[in-house]
């Protein structure tokens, strides 16, 4: 792994043992992984030969920043305190483990990536959100974790901001306490984090999933979003989140158990072994449905009744520990022997502190999208925990980059645009990174380049903000409007949804598929996907742009399949080019009675969206599959 540490999962304390995520962390570079209680005490600069029993490395060598749970964290620092351990101000200080792989922190935009493991998260909807909901998710945990991420870098908020004092690259020495000025920073998580969702309901999750089944599961997620190669999964980070009823990685064990861990797939210290990636490597976390341990994990902590505080504060403390140690431990940890906080990330150090108290956990707005509960993160720069922490760009205080405002702009639908952005930096040799948002759907910026180009799809007016940043952090921007005519439609919506014209023009057909009268639901003609002979996979699919006004994606199915879910089905799925979230409109079905049946899916005006309509049949003679569908609208 080109690295001397050791790595263990980061994990979320219980509110049973100990207090944070990373006290399990890796040893000091180069100590080999302790094997026994005694080892890990020895290593990790105990004062005795005794080893804390409410520690989350008892007998989990592996588990790097467990986060306990509350009444073991007060039984772990009893135990310090009795034994003579409480460690001395001062001793949070973290530092620079040297990185992983050349990994140490998560120096782009993050890319969240929502994995929902198992047929036990049940039928699948969209709430008033647009987000993925779940009949098996009585509390609500799926939509709250999807406005999380989407939330994080809106609204001003500054509970992200601890993030941008943390750094890796070649420049940062193994041992560092602070970033040099030619570091490469995390930056500020502006416009929020959410790259994808994702219902992986092929089989039912593991009772007792272990570290590496769920490793796998996040590699398996990495092809499903298509991010194939190391690049695209630098700053990738997949959340495995296992369904109500679940005990993955045993996080419900009474003594070693915890609320949530992170760690990346090439840890050979998983329960069960590494999880091979043929992308490069894998960030992800393990997120039980903590809800179930109640108090234990932080329902009721902030609020009241307060049933998802612990869930999101569970979520924010591994995403933040991801960032600041993407690849455990090569990134920032606790490092000081004899310390009570050594092997700790950033959030271990600062959780369950109660509200009210200086560094407590709090509510965080994140405006239109919701108000969360999160705990605050360890700061070197402030010495402190940090619920809040100034925004730090780190751009070199003589370096300042101008962007020429173009004025603002004006097209057509339908008619392409072309934009030239225009910047000056002024220190030389300075390479340029362009960003845009509010872009009309249908436009995009060259990062490299500052061109934008495209075809517009929708008809409005949209506040433009171009950010362009130069190779030391310094950023510079403009702003103007950018508005598209096209009457009051707004755009393209589904063309021949009723299949009226008695053909599949402007669908895109794979395997078996057929404009035909059998499958109307309405008028003459209606879609077959699939054959009255075994076919295999067929699908047809249409890509659009919600027009102004819309709010709904409806159509109507009708699935004839003599066999079970398990072998043939029909499905639909909706991805949202615009942010890259796909929602299964139709999950898996398998009617032993065909009938029609609508489906209907929350839909954004401006958004760019595919509709994939599938039929899979396994090839066995006599049973085959297929489906009807019909009257596709957007309304």
């Known amino acids: 792994m080109g690295h001397s540490h050791r790595t263990r999962r980061a994990k979320y304390a219980a509110i049973t043992g100990i207090a944070s995520l990373a006290l399990a962390a890796a040893g000091l570079a180069g100590a080999a992984a302790p094997a026994s209680a005694q080892d890990i005490s020895s290593s990790s600069g105990s004062v005795n030969n005794e080893f804390n029993p409410w520690s989350p490395q008892t007998g989990h060598p592996y588990r790097h920043g467990a986060v306990l749970g509350k009444e073991q964290q007060k039984k772990y620092k009893q135990w310090l305190a009795q034994h003579n351990q409480a460690a001395a101000t001062g001793q949070e200080t973290l530092s620079y483990g040297g990185g992983v792989d050349g990994i140490g922190v998560q120096s782009g935009h993050s890319k969240v990536y929502l994995v929902f ?7 699948q909807s ?8 779940f009949s098996g998710d009585s509390a609500g945990a799926a939509g709250a974790t999807q406005q999380m991420f989407k939330g994080i870098g809106t609204n001003g908020e500054t509970w992200s901001a601890d993030l941008t004092q943390w750094c890796d690259g070649p420049n940062v020495a193994a041992g560092a306490v602070s970033c040099p000025t030619n570091a490469n920073y995390i930056p500020y998580q502006s416009g929020g984090v959410l790259s994808g969702v994702w219902y992986d309901n092929a089989a039912a999750s593991p009772a007792q999933a272990t570290g590496n089944q769920l490793g ?3 590699v398996k997620a990495a092809g499903h979003f298509g991010n194939t190669t190391a690049a695209a999964n630098r700053d990738a980070y997949y959340v495995i989140l296992s369904p109500h009823g679940t005990n993955p990685d045993d996080y419900q064990n009474p003594t070693t158990g915890y609320c949530a861990w992170h760690d990346w797939n090439g840890d050979t210290t998983l329960n069960g072994g590494a999880a091979s990636s043929p992308y490069g490597d894998i960030a992800f976390s393990n997120q039980p449905y903590n809800i179930d341990q109640g108090s234990s994990c932080g329902v009721g902590f902030v609020n009241s009744p307060g049933t998802l505080d612990g869930y999101t504060m569970t979520l924010g403390h591994e995403w933040h520990e991801m960032m600041s140690d993407q690849n455990p431990a090569g990134g920032w940890t606790n490092h000081v022997s004899g310390s009570s906080y050594n092997g700790q990330e950033n959030s271990d150090e600062c959780a369950w502190i109660q509200p009210g108290s200086a560094g407590g956990a709090a509510n965080v707005s994140f405006g239109s999208y919701g108000t969360f509960a999160e705990q605050a993160s360890w700061s070197n720069d402030t010495n402190s925990c940090a619920i809040s922490h100034a925004i730090l760009t780190h751009g070199n205080p003589g370096n300042t980059v101008t962007v020429t405002n173009p004025g603002n702009q004006s097209g057509t639908v ?25 872009l009309p759907a249908g436009l995009s910026i060259n990062s490299s380049t500052g061109l934008i180009s495209g075809t517009p799809t929708a008809a409005g007016t949209a506040n433009v903000t171009v950010t362009v940043t130069d190779s030391t952090g310094a950023t510079g921007s403009t702003s103007f409007s950018w508005t598209e005519s096209g009457g009051s439609g707004g755009g393209n919506a589904i063309t021949n949804g009723g299949f009226e014209a008695g053909n599949l023009s402007s669908w895109t057909g794979a395997g078996s598929t057929s404009a035909t009268s059998s499958a109307a639901h309405s008028g003459s003609y209606g879609a077959m996907v699939g054959s009255t002979n075994p076919t295999g996979d067929s699908s047809l699919a249409q890509t659009f742009t919600a027009p102004s006004g819309s709010s709904k ?11 079970t879910v398990s072998y043939d089905w029909a499905t639909a799925t909706l991805k949202d080019n615009t942010t890259g979230t796909t929602t299964t409109v139709l999950a898996k079905t398998c009617a032993a009675t065909a009938s029609w049946a609508n489906q209907t899916a929350a839909v954004t005006p401006g958004h760019s969206y595919t509709l994939t309509l599938s039929n899979h049949d396994d090839n066995y003679p006599g049973d085959p599959t297929y489906t009807y569908y019909d009257d596709v609208t957007v309304s």
């Open 117 to 123: 493991y198992g047929t036990q998260w049940g039928s």
């Open 414 to 438: 339908g008619t392409a645009a072309s934009l030239q952005i225009h910047a000056t930096d002024s220190a030389s040799g300075q390479a340029l990174s362009y960003a845009a948002t509010g």
């Open 216 to 218: 796998q599961e996040a």
């Open 126 to 133: 969209t709430d008033a959100n647009g987000n993925a909901k």
């Open 553 to 563: 994606l409806s159509f109507w199915y009708s699935n004839t399949c003599p066999d």
